[in-house]
Each structure stands twice: as structure tokens, then as C-alpha cells.
């Protein structure tokens, strides 16, 4: 069904929520793969997925049976107490990385700060109290006071002065830059193998290798926001594994939780340096979200599912490439399910406007990027129905 009264709306006076973006009218009722249903029955074609982080799709059974078994067990002990799903999670992704231990939270944003925070705390101890971290131009890493303070997107920091202090900006994937940036004060480098909101920006393919070598030579700490990255979506099960080395610790979200809110920061066992009273969080290692993020991992786990999704992104770049030969976008980026196209000119929010109007959800993530992060597991049909729509939409705003 095509869609009609798309067009932004003010602040609805009738609404109680509080305003803080702008949002199209319709009200999402329904879920089910890849496709979104608002309340007066139009679908849509989704390719946002709540921002990159239903990777199994919308309400997938697996999700729902580990949530309607969890909650009729144990939904919220306290994180006073040690709980099974907590316990079967950590384990289960460090045997999948090299890190030793992982620490549940409830947002990629709190994630970093945890991550921040356990390497200020290693700083003190092995760093001579060194507390700076050293983040990069266009990164994302949360909104909180800090990790507005720590992203690179520009005039972020400083939208709610003062600022949080110990972040140096550097260029991403410019190693001279970070080398030149590296002093005695610096604990860490925290960077995202890929640089998500920033429009899909991959690095070149030594780039996290020479940030390993950079950080062993001065004795600080790589940490990897995989945030947007992890579980799979650039098409190892962690983005940094295609560079082959590993982090000192690494952040996750998004995918972790495939659409509950869970995050988890992992650490090298010589860097997990709490002492009690450090960290906490009422809502730490809860055994619903945890329970939910066991069942995505096996469901990534299940033979043959990163092979299909690599199949698809392999798709989806084939296809991206026709709208390159076309004209239709002067370039396309991305590893695995994490694509973007390039426009000539700053149209992205009004082909993101125009595929909305044809039930297709994308992403403007940069003022000439059309950002798409799509179900790991979408169907054939829907991923090349999904670039069909999206050609039409460049096509008629580009006239
Ligand atoms: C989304 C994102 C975050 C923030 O996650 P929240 O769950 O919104 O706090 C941090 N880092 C990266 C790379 C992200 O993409």
C-alpha cells in the first residue's frame, strides 16, 4: 500500500511524550522481519532496523520464546546476586573473542563509560594516574555527558557546557595523527572499527594494526567501540577480527540485544581492575536481557546464518554498485550489512523522505549519505525489493 501523509510534523500538542527530534506521523504497531506496520496497516520495508540493532529482524521467535521462558523464571534478582544467563553470556562471548570478561549494562553509551572508567582506573595503577583518551574526528560513542564530551561528531561537544574533560580528537584513520597525539597523560585509544553515524567510514586495511602497534609501543590501552559494529553486522562476529588483532577491551550494544537493551564492555583479564564500589547499575547482567542476548548469539551461532547474511551483503554491494554505474550516487561503502551510498549533493534527508513515502525505511546519516543497516537475516525478495525502492527514491529526487 503506498503511503500517504508522510510529511515531518510539528510537535504534536496532544502528545504528552517530550519533543526531542522530528518524527513522521505514523505510529509503529507491529514488527515482523523485515518489515515495520503502522497503525493504519501501511508496511514498511525496513533497512534501519532500530538503528542497526535488530539483526535477527523484528519480534523473531527466537527472541520472543527466550523472553516468555526468562520471564516466567527470573526476571530482575538485583546485581547483587550472580545469575545463570548473566554467567552463560560472558562466557560464551569471550570464547568467541580475546578478551577474558565482560561487564553487562543496558546502553552502548554506558558501555563506554564503563569503558572509560575501567581504563582511567588501569591508568592509575600501571599509567602514573595518565587519564586521557585519545577519540576520533566523526566518531559516535553515546550521549552522555562524556561520551558527548569523547564523540567526534562536530559541536557535539559542546552543547551542554562544560564539557567533560580527558578526550584528544585526532583524525580517524590517520595513524601520524594518533602517534603525534600519544604523551604520557594518554591511557587510552578508543575508536570504532568502522565509524557508523559518521556515514559508514571504513579505514584503511592497516589502520587498526598500526593502532595495536601504536598503543603497545606507549604502554596505553586500544579500546574498540563495536557497538554498532559487533554481532556480526561488517560479517565477522566482531569488525576488528578481520584486521586480526584484538582490543585491550571492547564495547557492544545494538545487535547484543537485537532490539532489548543490553550492552556488555569486555576486558583483557590483565586490565579488569574494579575494585568493589567501582561499577554498578540496578540493571547489570538482568537475566531477561541477558537470556535475550544468548538467543541472538546462537541464532547468529546456527550454521549457515552469517554465510546467508554474507550472501546478502554481498547483494546489497552488487546492487549499490548499479546505483554507482547509474548515476544515481558517485560512490557506496561498507563491509557486510553496514552499507552506505554517496550523493553528489545533500539530498540524503529527501530520499530518505521519498523511499518513506514508498514504505521503505533508510537512514540519512550525513547530509550526502544514505546509511542502510538491514535484518543479518533478510530475505532475497525483500533486500532486492528494498534497492528497487530505493532507486526510485534517489531517482525522483535527483529529477
Ligand atoms: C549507537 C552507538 C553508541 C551508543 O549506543 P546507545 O545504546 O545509543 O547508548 C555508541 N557507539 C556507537 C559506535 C554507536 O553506533
Not at 134 to 139: A, D, K, L, N, Y
Not at 167 to 194: K, S, T, Y
Not at 367 to 388: G, H, S
Amino acid at each position: 500500500m503506498p503511503n500517504q501523509a508522510t510529511e515531518p510534523s510539528a510537535p504534536d500538542p496532544n502528545s504528552a511524550v517530550m519533543p526531542i527530534n522530528e518524527r513522521p506521523p505514523a505510529t509503529m504497531v507491529r514488527g515482523e522481519g523485515s518489515w515495520l506496520y503502522d497503525e493504519d496497516g501501511r508496511r514498511y520495508l525496513d533497512l534501519v532496523q532500530g538503528w542497526a540493532v535488530n539483526c535477527l529482524g523484528h519480534a523473531p521467535e527466537v527472541i520472543v520464546r527466550a523472553l516468555a521462558r526468562q520471564a516466567q523464571t527470573l526476571i530482575h534478582p538485583s546485581p547483587a546476586f550472580h545469575n545463570a544467563p548473566q554467567q552463560a553470556l560472558a562466557k560464551a562471548l569471550v570464547s568467541r573473542c580475546d578478551l577474558d570478561r565482560a561487564h553487562f549494562c543496558s546502553t552502548g553509551a554506558e558501555a563506554n563509560e564503563a569503558a572509560i572508567k575501567l581504563a582511567r582506573k588501569w591508568g592509575q595503577a600501571h599509567r602514573a594516574g595518565a587519564a586521557t583518551v585519545i577519540t576520533t574526528e566523526g566518531s559516535f560513542h553515546g550521549r552522555t555527558l562524556a561520551m558527548m564530551a569523547a564523540s567526534g561528531k562536530p559541536g557535539f561537544a559542546r552543547r551542554f557546557p562544560p564539557s567533560v574533560p580527558g578526550f584528544r580528537h585526532v583524525p580517524f584513520d590517520d595513524l601520524p595523527a594518533v602517534a603525534q597525539a600519544l604523551g604520557p597523560d594518554v591511557v587510552a585509544v578508543m575508536v570504532e572499527p568502522i565509524q557508523g553515524e559518521a556515514g559508514v567510514v571504513v579505514p584503511g586495511a592497516d589502520y587498526l594494526h598500526g593502532l595495536r602497534t601504536l598503543c603497545d609501543q606507549a604502554g596505553c590501552l586500544l579500546i574498540f567501540d563495536e557497538v554498532q559494529t559487533g554481532m556480526g553486522r561488517t560479517g565477522p562476529l566482531f569488525a576488528h577480527q578481520d584486521a586480526g588483532i584484538p582490543p585491550d577491551i571492547m564495547t557492544l550494544g545494538k545487535g547484543l540485544g537485537g532490539g532489548v537493551p543490553l550492552a556488555a564492555m569486555l576486558a583483557r583479564e590483565s586490565v579488569c581492575c574494579f575494585d568493589a564500589g567501582d561499577q554498578g547499575g540496578t540493571y547489570n547482567g538482568n537475566p531477561l536481557m541477558c537470556a535475550v542476548g544468548i538467543a541472538v548469539l546462537e541464532a547468529i551461532d546456527t550454521t549457515g546464518f552469517m554465510h546467508t547474511a554474507r550472501a546478502r551483503a554481498k547483494e546489497l554491494s552488487r546492487g549499490l554498485d548499479g546505483f554507482v554505474t547509474d548515476g544515481l550516487a558517485v560512490g557506496h561503502r561498507g563491509r557486510g550489512l553496514l552499507r552506505a551510498i554517496e550523493l553528489a549533493r545533500p539530498l540524503a534527508s529527501a530520499v530518505q523522505h521519498a523511499a518513506y513515502q514508498r514504505g521503505l525505511l533508510v537512514n540519512a546519516a550525513q547530509p550526502t549519505t544514505i546509511r542502510v543497516m538491514p535484518a543479518l537475516n533478510i530475505e532475497r525478495d525483500d533486500l532486492q525489493r528494498a534497492l528497487m525502492l530505493l532507486r526510485e527514491a534517489v531517482a525522483q529526487v535527483l529529477g
